[in-house]
C-alpha cells in the first residue's frame, strides 16, 4: 500500500513537471508571447497611411530588428513559460510592447503635432537592446541596415503596359518583336511593355540597383550563405567582415503610381543547424510625388470718382470800395480733387448806381487761388464797383470732380500642377498679392494647407520629400527623394 502510494506521488509530480514545461492554460510561452508581439505590429503596419509610413518609418524597423533578434535569442526556450524569464530578460519585451502601444496611440490620431514623438522615445533604448543581445548571446542579430527609403522608379509605368494586356497587333508606331521573338528594345524583366516607342523617343534608362547594407554578428555561422528575398527576386549575400551586402534590381521592391508603400524583405540566416529568418522593412516612394494648387488674393486700385459742390460765397462791397472774400475747402476723407476738372461758378454779379439796379457797375468776378494747404481747392469771390458812387455784390461757388482709389480684390489660381521628382515646378507671384494660400497633397493621402501674408517673410512649411521656397517672384516647389525626414 505504501508503495503504491509512493509510485503515485511520484507520477503526479511527474506529470506536473512535464505539464509545467509545456505551459499551463492561461501562461503564455515565449513563442505565444513573439507571435502576438508580430501580430500587433502587422495589424499597425497596415493601418498605416501615407505620413504615418513616412513618420514612424524608423520605429518599425527598430521594433521589427529587435523582434528578430529576440525571436533567435529564445529559438530554443521558445516553449518555456514567458512569465520564467528574470524581469531585466522581460524588459525588451516589455519595449516591444510600449512601442506597439505608442504606434496604436500614434494611429488613433492622424495627423496630430508630435505624434511621432512618443512613438521615438518608446523606440528610443532599442539599439542598446540590440548591443546587449550582440555582446551576451550566440544567437544572429542584426543592428542596422540600409537603405531605409527608395527611391521612386522611372516612370516606367508611363509608357508600358503589362505584358497580358497587350495586343497581338501592334498599332501603327508601336514596339514589334524583333526577328528572334525579343520584344523591341530588350524587352523588360518584369512582365511590362511597351506601350509605343516613336523614332525619335530616347528610351529612359534603367533604374539603378539597391544595394542592401546589413551590419551585424553572427550571420554567417553557417556554411550556407544568407539569402534574401524580396517578392519573387532572390540573391546570395556578398559577405563581408560583420556586414552583408546585396545588389537587388529596384523593380523587385513593390511600388505604387501614387502611393507609398511597406516592402518587407526576408533575410534567411542558417544559424546552429536552425534556420533564423530577418524581415527588413523599406519604405518605397511612388512613381508621381503629387500635386498642388496655389491661390492668390490680389488687389487693384480704381479709381471712383463723383462731384463736389460748393456752397455759394458772397462778397458784397460799399460804394467806392472793393471787398474781396477768400475760402478754402479740403476734400472728404478719403477723396482728392482733380485738379485738372475744375470751374468756377459767377451765380450772381450785382451792381448799383443811386439804388438803382445795374450789374453793369461790378467789375469783381470769382477765381481760384493759391491753396494754404495741399489738396485744397481755395477761391476768391470779389465784389469791385466800377465807379465810386457805385455799390456791388458777386455770389460764387465752384465745382470740381472729386477722385478716390477703390480696391477691387480678385484672386488668380494656379489651377492644379503636378509635381515631378525630376524638376521644379513654380509659379510667378502676381505684383499685386496680398495674400496667398497653398495646398498640397503628397503621395495620395498626405494633405496639408498653407497661407500667408505677402508682406513680411513667409513661414515656409516643412514636408517630408518636398523642398519650397518662395520670394517675391515666384513660388518653388521641387519634389526630393532625399528630403527625408530626420529619425
Known sequence: MLVAVFLAAGGMLAFGLLHENRGVPGVPTIAEKLVNLRADRAELQARADGMARIELLASFRAASLLFDALAARYEPEREQPYERLPPQRREMFDRLEAVNTALRAALDRPGAPGRALAVNQAASGISGDLERLASHDLAPVILSYTPGILAPRRMASE???????????????????????????????????????PSFATPAAEDPVVEVDIVGLR???????????????????????????FRVPRSAFPTDITRTRLAAGSLFVHHASRTQVFQLLFLSLPEKPGSFAFDQKVRTMTAESNTLVSPEILARAPAG?????????????????????????????????????????????????????PGQICISVVAKPVTKAARSATIGRFEATLVRDKPVDGVVQSGIRALDWNEPVSVPIDPTMIEWKLYIRLFGDVDREFDGQ????????????????????????????EAAPAP
Open 159 to 197: 509608357l508600358t503596359l503589362p505584358s497580358d494586356s497587350a495586343v497581338a497587333t501592334p498599332a501603327e508606331g508601336a514596339a514589334r518583336d524583333d526577328p528572334a521573338g525579343k520584344p523591341a528594345g530588350g524587352g523588360s524583366s518584369n512582365g511590362m511593355v511597351p506601350r509605343f516607342a
Open 219 to 245: 550571420l554567417t555561422a553557417g556554411q550556407t550563405p544568407p539569402v534574401l528575398t524580396m517578392g519573387a527576386w532572390r540573391g546570395e549575400a556578398n559577405v563581408l567582415p560583420e556586414r552583408l551586402r
Open 321 to 373: 470800395e472793393t471787398r474781396t472774400v477768400r475760402r478754402c475747402f479740403d476734400p472728404p476723407p478719403g477723396w482728392r480733387f482733380d485738379k485738372d476738372k475744375r470751374r468756377v461758378v459767377i451765380v450772381e454779379r450785382l451792381g448799383w448806381l443811386d439804388d438803382i439796379p445795374d450789374e453793369t457797375m461790378n467789375g469783381g468776378g470769382v477765381d481760384f487761388v493759391r491753396e494754404d494747404a
Open 454 to 481: 505677402a508682406q513680411g517673410s513667409a513661414a515656409l512649411p516643412e514636408i517630408p520629400f518636398l523642398r519650397i521656397t518662395l520670394d517675391d517672384k515666384s513660388l518653388t516647389l521641387r519634389a526630393d527623394p
